[in-house]
């Protein structure tokens, strides 16, 4: 963060005061806000210096063809940290889920703003005719290799997570298949590659972020991302439409032969990315997310089937169909409430909403400082008896769990699902500890319909 705050300053020419990290999603990079008194900026920390060189290269491309891109000010001798244009909060995902929460759904300025996501993604990928994708990670080109790297990213974390029992033989020779049919189409240009809502920024205009990723490929592949995003859930007449307009823009004849096809592979690449994310990492974000994946694969399949034979890829889409259709206990509200070390870094919200409070208890009485109570955490008996005496500890939980409280019911209210809860100290074995334990036996206390789950992440307890 030092050097991102290096960089700013010498970008700038102010100090930065203020430094406030974001949410990550899916990613291993780190970004942050960084705010001085005049100007204001996005900080990425990256260490994958190829994946860096490939976003920097495309970057510069897309900027000398004037399309909405965010200005990457400056980059650092070690190419791992760059800071960006800041292009605020919104993103269409964001847009969208804001209106169905509000019961508005799928209007027609969302339907507007979908349009023109595709007409400046027919600009981009047509960007792709003089493009340098030498520099393309992990490949130049979305090529039979990529492509297989997807499918058996869906076997792997999707097929086998899951104990689907299908002949490993008779898949790959349906995968082969697949990829021998989505070859055929016109693969020449830039395939962005997570082109959905997430990564459109709604600004003065619509802006287009986090396409480090992308490749030479075909066209189709990024329009079945956007409009088959599961958690965007698109209305199919909706899917329809906005299909029917990128194929008026795009004014190619054949590109329905494979779009099918492309959508198809491009939703078992989600699929293998939430096994991988929800099964494997058990984050809930990513696990609630595959019943509407589900929902889009069944609905693909029996109203597109394809023009080539897939008997054993078939057998397992039918398998997995029959999945619950969500795996998760019930639509409750989750809270989350995890201990910490500082020392250890924060901890990542596994909803995937990048939100909460996060509670500092460094400066309560420590029994840590004591030699008697080094062997014992804030769940024992020593330790709480120790704590439960101090006029601050209680008077620190009695404020901090009047701020969850008033999260927790404007979040009932609003029918939202997760609510991120942490408590913090220096070793995250005694302060941090006894304070998420008693806040979530005084929630439990108030609030007998929601779920509570209680993380001690340092101690390796969940529960």
């Not at 970057?59 to 292009?87: I, N, W």
């Not at 339907?111 to 960007?127: C, G, P, R, T, V």
Request: aromatic share 12%; proline share 4%; glycine share 8%.
């Amino acid at each position: 963060m030092k050097v991102l705050q290096q960089l700013f300053e010498k970008w700038a020419g102010e100090p930065c005061v203020q430094c406030l990290q974001l949410s990550g999603g899916g990613s291993s990079r780190s970004y942050y806000r960084l705010v001085g008194e005049k100007l204001t900026c996005i900080g990425t920390i990256a260490l994958d210096k190829r994946e860096n060189k490939a976003f920097l290269s495309y970057t510069r491309h897309f900027m000398a063809k004037g399309l909405p891109v965010p200005e990457v000010y400056c980059v650092s001798d070690d190419s791992c940290h760059y800071l960006q244009q800041d292009l605020g909060n919104t993103s269409l995902y964001d847009m969208l889920f804001q209106k169905k929460r509000e019961g508005g759904g799928f209007d027609q300025e969302m339907l507007s703003l979908y349009k023109k996501a595709l007409e400046d993604l027919n600009a981009l990928q047509n960007a792709g005719s003089d493009m340098d994708f030498s520099v393309g990670y992990p490949r130049g080109s979305f090529d039979r290799r990529s492509m297989m790297w997807d499918l058996n990213y869906f076997k792997y974390y999707f097929l086998k997570l899951n104990h689907v029992a299908f002949d490993e033989e008779l898949l790959e020779n349906d995968f082969e298949k697949l990829v021998d049919f989505l070859l055929e189409a016109d693969c020449h240009y830039f395939l962005y590659r997570d082109f959905q809502g997430r990564n459109i920024m709604v600004s003065d205009r619509l802006y287009y972020i986090d396409y480090q990723g992308g490749r030479q490929g075909a066209a189709q592949y990024d329009v079945a991302s956007l409009l088959y995003s599961a958690k965007s859930d698109l209305p199919e007449c909706i899917r329809k439409e906005l299909l029917n307009h990128y194929i008026s823009i795009h004014k190619d004849d054949n590109f329905l032969i494979h779009f099918w096809g492309y959508a198809l592979i491009r939703i078992l690449q989600t699929l293998g990315a939430y096994g991988y994310r929800g099964l494997y990492e058990r984050k809930s974000y990513f696990i609630e997310s595959i019943p509407l994946a589900l929902g889009n694969l069944k609905k693909l399949v029996e109203e597109h089937p394809l023009p080539i034979d897939l008997p054993e890829l078939m057998q397992c889409i039918h398998s997995i169909s029959r999945f619950p259709s969500n795996p998760s206990s019930d639509d409750r509200l989750t809270v989350t409430i995890t201990s910490f070390s500082y020392k250890q870094g924060l901890p990542e919200d596994g909803s995937g909403n990048g939100g909460g409070h996060i509670f500092d208890c460094r400066a309560l009485p420590n029994p840590g400082r004591y030699p008697e109570y080094k062997a014992y955490t804030g769940k024992d008996a020593p330790v709480i008896d120790f704590l439960a005496k101090e006029p601050a500890v209680g008077l620190f939980l009695e404020h901090t769990n009047a701020i969850v409280r008033q999260s927790i019911d404007k979040y009932i209210e609003r029918h939202f699902t997760h609510l991120s809860v942490a408590y913090g100290c220096t070793g995250g074995q005694h302060r941090s500890v006894y304070c998420a334990e008693q806040t979530a036996l005084n929630l439990r206390r108030k609030y007998p319909n929601i779920n509570i789950e209680l993380i001690h992440r340092e101690q390796d307890i969940k529960k």
